[in-house]
Nanobody
Framework: QVQLAESGGGLVQAGDSLRLSCAAS????????MAWFRQAPGKEREFVAS????????YYADSVKGRFTISRDRAENTMFLQMNSLKSEDTAAYYC?????????????????????WGQGTQVTVSS
């Protein structure tokens, strides 16, 4: 049984930093793509960042590029999202996701429908 568990969310002020973690269990994830998505109230879930199974290639949404950094620890089956210079528009529930459709691929997978496993989410609230 695959399980993803996010942690690290909270309430911060604009300009602050947060680090989200996603602990994965149930199978080996090293060669598959993992990603962060977020969903604000009344809005659709949107892609934030991903790290692929091929050389840990990373991709970012334009809205977070230069401020957020995604990384993974293959040995610990853990993924991270370092969020710096947070803005009020970053306020959302953040979800960890795993896609097992592209093995050892550097494909830029931003479509939430192609992710097979999801965590429960962690809330990030940025006050201005």
């Amino acid at each position: 049984q695959v399980q993803l568990a996010e942690s690290g969310g909270g309430l911060v002020q604009a300009g602050d930093s947060l680090r989200l973690s996603c602990a994965a269990s149930g199978r080996a994830f090293s060669f598959y793509t993992m990603a962060w998505f977020r969903q604000a109230p009344g809005k659709e879930r949107e892609f934030v960042a991903s790290v692929t199974g091929s050389r840990s290639t990373t991709y970012y949404a334009d809205s977070v590029k230069g401020r957020f950094t995604i990384s993974r620890d293959r040995a610990e089956n853990t993924m991270f999202l370092q969020m710096n210079s947070l803005k009020s528009e970053d306020t959302a529930a953040y979800y960890c996701a795993l896609s097992v459709r592209y093995y050892n691929s550097a494909y830029n997978n931003t479509d939430a429908r192609s992710y097979d496993y999801w965590g429960q989410g962690t809330q990030v609230t940025v006050s201005s």
